[in-house]
């Protein structure tokens, strides 16, 4: 092998280069995005009027066509007349589509809205002109078969720079829904930032509330204790004992009686139904049956008595009818001897009860109900602020999270839409 010749080592080759990512914040987001459009409609602007003259110089190539056809008779001479009629309808046909629609004016492209106007005028044009040929295909290629190849080249030609147009546009309007994307989550991000101060407020706002609070129920509570340490609460609660422990003597008191009176209780019902007492009296006697302790006292004395006398003689004459009539008539008559005992017991409970009762008066317990009413109140409130500086603090927390999200999917749809990285710094 000869000195410098042969096959060479390879080179190694050189690592990719990472592209450079650039820094940006939202602050300056609209202007990167005004730049990056501006570069993408003057990109597509210019492709566009690079295919809208190719594409009005094929139409022209075909108008061409079509004139050339029109002036060559295709030997109609020769034909069979209904197949002349036939052939010549087809021809007119198709001359006639292709004059009118290459007639069209094609507009001017200097915006977005001018290259879909475009788009949509030559897509309506090449359908009708495909139309036309296709249903006189048979015709033209039978017996035009020279200008039928022109026509289909010429039209593919067109058609396909038609459809790089639609692709321009459907490109075109992916990153315009891209970008409305971009400020669609940019706006989200700017009202999350504007309701984490606002929230921010309302939560010191609450805050201070909840302090104030706090002083407040630390005065209720105080004001309770001074009325709660007075020598009159004290006196108060004493008395109230006091009066507790006499309605045990009550309860005792009320148990003998109910006693007395149960061991009578047969005679006393079946009396109700044998009496001609008055309304007064009868309801007294329903007294002693239902609840006799509550009708024992010195002012109906006179008439109880009556009443059960009553009871008495009914049971021994037989008008009420008990099992052992002896026994009956000697536990009223035990009764009537304690009854001025019972009433005056019952009667010493109320004037004993009366007088303690009358003593409570030394302290203003209306005063006392009312400080804690106010201070639950006041707990009630405060337990409510405290809800909601919670509720406020997770709301705060999620909008702050969600900032973040708001980013990255900015960041992802501007890299989408530009040939540089971007990558947003927070501010």
Same mark, same amino acid.
């Given at each position: 092998?000869?000195?410098?010749?042969?096959?060479?080592?390879?080179?190694?080759?050189?690592?990719?280069?990472?592209?450079?990512?650039?820094?940006?914040?939202?602050?300056?987001?609209?202007?990167? %995005?005004?730049?990056?459009?501006?570069?993408?409609?003057?990109?597509?602007?210019?492709?566009?009027?690079?295919?809208?003259?190719?594409?009005?110089?094929?139409?022209?190539?075909?108008?061409?066509?079509?004139?050339?056809?029109?002036?060559?008779?295709?030997?109609?001479?020769?034909?069979?007349?209904?197949?002349?009629?036939?052939?010549?309808?087809?021809?007119?046909?198709?001359?006639?589509?292709?004059?009118?629609?290459?007639?069209?004016?094609?507009?001017?492209?200097?915006?977005?809205?001018?290259?879909?106007?475009?788009?949509?005028?030559?897509?309506?044009?090449?359908?009708?002109?495909?139309?036309?040929?296709?249903?006189?295909?048979?015709?033209?290629?039978?017996?035009? /078969?020279?200008?039928?190849?022109?026509?289909?080249?010429?039209?593919?030609?067109?058609?396909?720079?038609?459809?790089?147009?639609?692709?321009?546009?459907?490109?075109?309007?992916?990153?315009?829904?891209?970008?409305?994307? %971009?400020?669609?989550?940019?706006? /989200?991000?700017?009202?999350?930032?504007?309701?984490?101060?606002?929230?921010?407020?309302?939560?010191?706002?609450?805050?201070?509330?909840?302090?104030?609070?706090?002083?407040?129920?630390?005065?209720?509570?105080?004001?309770?204790?001074? @009325?709660?340490?007075?020598?009159?609460?004290?006196?108060?609660?004493?008395?109230?004992? /006091?009066?507790?422990? @006499?309605?045990?003597?009550?309860?005792?008191?009320?148990?003998?009686?109910?006693?007395?009176?149960?061991?009578?209780?047969?005679?006393?019902?079946?009396?109700?139904?044998?009496?001609?007492?008055?309304?007064?009296?009868?309801?007294?006697?329903?007294?002693?049956?239902?609840?006799?302790?509550?009708?024992?006292?010195?002012?109906?004395?006179?008439?109880?008595?009556?009443?059960?006398?009553?009871?008495?003689?009914?049971?021994?004459?037989?008008?009420?009818?008990?099992?052992?009539?002896?026994?009956?008539?000697?536990?009223?008559?035990?009764?009537?001897?304690?009854?001025?005992? %019972?009433?005056?017991?019952?009667?010493?409970?109320?004037?004993?009860?009366?007088?303690?009762?009358? /003593?409570?008066?030394?302290?203003?317990?209306?005063? @006392?109900?009312?400080?804690?009413?106010?201070?639950?109140?006041?707990?009630?409130?405060?337990?409510?602020?405290?809800?909601?500086?919670?509720?406020?603090?997770?709301?705060?927390?999620?909008?702050?999270?969600? @900032?973040?999200?708001?980013?990255?999917?900015?960041?992802?749809?501007?890299?989408?839409?530009?040939?540089?990285?971007?990558?947003?710094?927070?501010?």
């Amino acid at each position: 092998m000869v000195f410098g010749w042969g096959n060479k080592k390879p080179k190694q080759r050189e690592a990719d280069i990472a592209p450079e990512i650039k820094q940006i914040t939202l602050t300056n987001m609209s202007d990167v %995005i005004r730049e990056i459009r501006s570069i993408r409609l003057k990109t597509i602007i210019a492709e566009v009027k690079t295919f809208r003259n190719k594409i009005s110089s094929n139409c022209k190539a075909i108008l061409n066509i079509a004139t050339e056809l029109e002036d060559d008779n295709l030997n109609l001479d020769d034909m069979d007349p209904h197949l002349m009629r036939i052939v010549k309808r087809g021809k007119n046909e198709v001359i006639s589509v292709i004059k009118k629609e290459t007639a069209v004016v094609i507009p001017e492209i200097n915006s977005f809205e001018d290259i879909k106007t475009f788009n949509i005028t030559s897509t309506r044009s090449l359908k009708k002109i495909g139309d036309a040929l296709g249903r006189q295909s048979r015709i033209i290629h039978h017996f035009a /078969k020279k200008y039928a190849n022109k026509l289909k080249n010429d039209l593919k030609v067109i058609t396909d720079e038609n459809e790089e147009i639609n692709t321009l546009v459907k490109n075109f309007s992916e990153f315009e829904n891209n970008v409305e994307q %971009i400020f669609e989550n940019l706006g /989200k991000y700017n009202q999350s930032q504007k309701s984490i101060i606002t929230l921010r407020e309302r939560k010191k706002q609450s805050e201070k509330t909840a302090k104030d609070l706090y002083n407040t129920i630390k005065n209720n509570i105080e004001d309770i204790k001074n @009325l709660k340490d007075s020598n009159e609460y004290s006196e108060f609660l004493e008395i109230k004992e /006091k009066i507790n422990s @006499l309605f045990s003597l009550r309860n005792k008191i009320k148990t003998e009686v109910e006693l007395q009176f149960s061991k009578i209780s047969r005679p006393l019902n079946k009396y109700v139904y044998v009496s001609s007492m008055d309304k007064p009296q009868k309801k007294l006697l329903m007294g002693l049956i239902e609840n006799p302790y509550d009708v024992l006292s010195a002012s109906n004395k006179p008439d109880l008595v009556r009443i059960l006398e009553s009871v008495r003689r009914a049971v021994q004459s037989g008008s009420v009818s008990v099992k052992d009539t002896v026994k009956s008539v000697s536990q009223i008559d035990v009764l009537l001897t304690k009854l001025d005992t %019972i009433i005056k017991e019952i009667s010493a409970f109320g004037e004993s009860k009366n007088d303690l009762e009358s /003593k409570l008066s030394i302290f203003n317990v209306e005063k @006392l109900t009312q400080a804690e009413n106010i201070l639950t109140g006041h707990q009630n409130e405060k337990s409510d602020i405290e809800a909601k500086i919670k509720t406020l603090e997770n709301e705060i927390t999620d909008l702050i999270e969600s @900032l973040p999200k708001h980013i990255k999917s900015i960041q992802s749809k501007l890299n989408e839409i530009s040939a540089v990285q971007y990558s947003i710094k927070p501010e």
